[in-house]
């Protein structure tokens, strides 16, 4: 896995950049497109323009006779006068026929500023904008030019008479406006690809973390049962000897011992066997009225012996006064064994654990507090997670198997109740627990 994860996340980036490269590439190609046909089309609007004001006039030719003192003379002059169409329409005839020509092209919605040239390129009719945007050479404005040329078949004209200008202003925003829904559906496919992406990311990042828990847990499972496995064979080995044999003392000690190892593995496998029941939600909770001071009581006992071992002291600060939950008292149980042992597990060489519980509205706050080596942020964020240990150094210097505190965690969430765990590294470590409580009637 940590040789294959580099090269498919590899190739998983590569195959979205490639994706996003070509809805990108496809995304300006389809407006550059529609730039094109609204040209096009504009342009078309624009001869119709043209083609409709031709129909409208026709070229003149007036003849003049200089006049004498003694009449007419034969000399005589011609003149003709161009035809325009700004004698014909006005500045808003002319916006109407343009519009009507868009409309024909299905640009309904487009806004346009336009005007009239005549052929020395001075304006003689124009829209109200059409200056604010005549100068703008920018990509984001369509400008089409069509000539005006009269309809004449008696006269041969040099040239065009007439310019007719359009101008489409905003034009991005036009496209886009058109193209929207196609755009944000590519929108949406990246997204999805994206989201795809970072789940399937994720999914590798999780399975990697989950094969480095179970190699962690599988490693570990097997020193903690080894170990007593180990002693359970150095004891019997022992008690064959002729020697143990002959002194019940030295039987009673080995004895003990495989008794003590036993009892160890039991408790390894119930932890694991609980653990997996409540993952599995198969579990049948026995709830009945439990006394929490009777219960925490019963487990500083239980630790008695243990205690007496080493240099240690337990103070309890029961100030609860209603203590009564509705609970599974073997679970509940096994949570204050495992809080309790943690404490004494990460104490430093002097053991100091206070215990006290106050009483909250409908509810008991449970606190354990100890002044052991304690743990960091990060520690802390991730103490509840399903095999999870705060490590020390080594890998085996903290037993267990990583299950106890999300058992802890499972055990507190079933009973309606919460937990929240502050330490400080070097200073000691306290858990936090509140549960409903049954008041009396």
């Known amino acids: 896995m940590k040789k294959t994860f580099p090269i498919i996340f590899t190739l998983i980036t590569l195959s979205i950049a490639g994706i996003l490269f070509i809805q990108i590439t496809w995304v300006q190609g389809l407006m550059i497109l529609a730039r094109n046909q609204l040209n096009d089309k504009v342009n078309q609007s624009a001869v119709d323009v043209s083609n409709e004001a031709s129909k409208k006039f026709k070229s003149g030719i007036s003849f003049r006779f200089p006049k004498t003192p003694q009449g007419l003379n034969d000399d005589f ?3 003709s006068f161009d035809p325009s169409v700004a004698n014909i329409y006005n500045d808003k005839e002319l916006g109407e026929l343009i519009q009507e020509a868009l409309n024909k092209h299905g640009l309904n919605d487009l806004k346009v500023d336009y005007a009239l040239a005549d052929k020395t390129g001075i304006i003689r009719l124009k829209s109200s904008q059409f200056y604010n945007f005549y100068t703008d ?3 984001n404005t369509l400008q089409v030019r069509v000539s005006v040329i009269p309809e004449d078949d008696r006269i041969e004209f040099a040239g065009p008479f007439e310019t007719i200008i359009i101008i489409v202003p905003k034009v ?33 990042v999780t399975q990697r973390k989950l094969n480095e828990i179970k190699r962690d847990f599988i490693n570990n499972m097997t020193h903690e049962l080894k170990t007593p496995l180990s002693t359970i064979s150095l004891a019997v080995d022992a008690l064959k000897s002729p020697k143990v044999q002959n002194e019940t003392k030295s039987i009673d000690y080995f004895s003990n011992i495989i008794k003590e190892e036993n009892e160890r593995m039991n408790k390894h496998v119930e932890v694991i066997l609980q653990a997996a029941k409540l993952e599995k939600r198969d579990y049948d909770l026995n709830k009945q009225p439990v006394d929490v001071h009777d219960l925490l009581f019963g487990v500083l006992d239980s630790f008695k012996l243990q205690l007496d071992a080493k240099p240690s002291q337990i103070q309890t600060n029961f100030d609860a006064n209603f203590s009564v939950i509705q609970v599974d008292e073997e679970y509940l149980l096994h949570v204050f064994s495992n809080l309790i042992d943690n404490a004494i597990k990460y104490s430093k060489d002097f053991i100091d654990i206070t215990v006290t519980t106050i009483s909250l509205p409908a509810e008991i706050q449970i606190t354990i507090e100890d002044k052991g080596i304690g743990m960091d942020a990060t520690t802390a964020k991730h103490i509840f997670e399903k095999f999870y240990r705060a490590h020390t150094g080594n890998l085996h210097n903290v037993k267990g198997f990583g299950l106890g505190m999300s058992y802890v965690k499972w055990v507190i969430d079933i009973h309606k109740g919460k937990i929240k765990v502050q330490s400080e590294l070097g200073k000691g470590t306290k858990l936090v627990i509140t549960l409903p409580v049954v008041h009396p009637k």
């Open 77 to 79: 002059q011609v003149h």
């Open 172 to 204: 991005r925003s036009y496209i886009l406006h058109d193209l929207q829904w196609i755009i944000l559906g590519a929108i949406l496919f990246i997204l999805i690809v994206l989201a795809a992406f970072f789940i399937t990311v994720r999914s590798l």
């Open 137 to 139: 050479t920018s990509s």
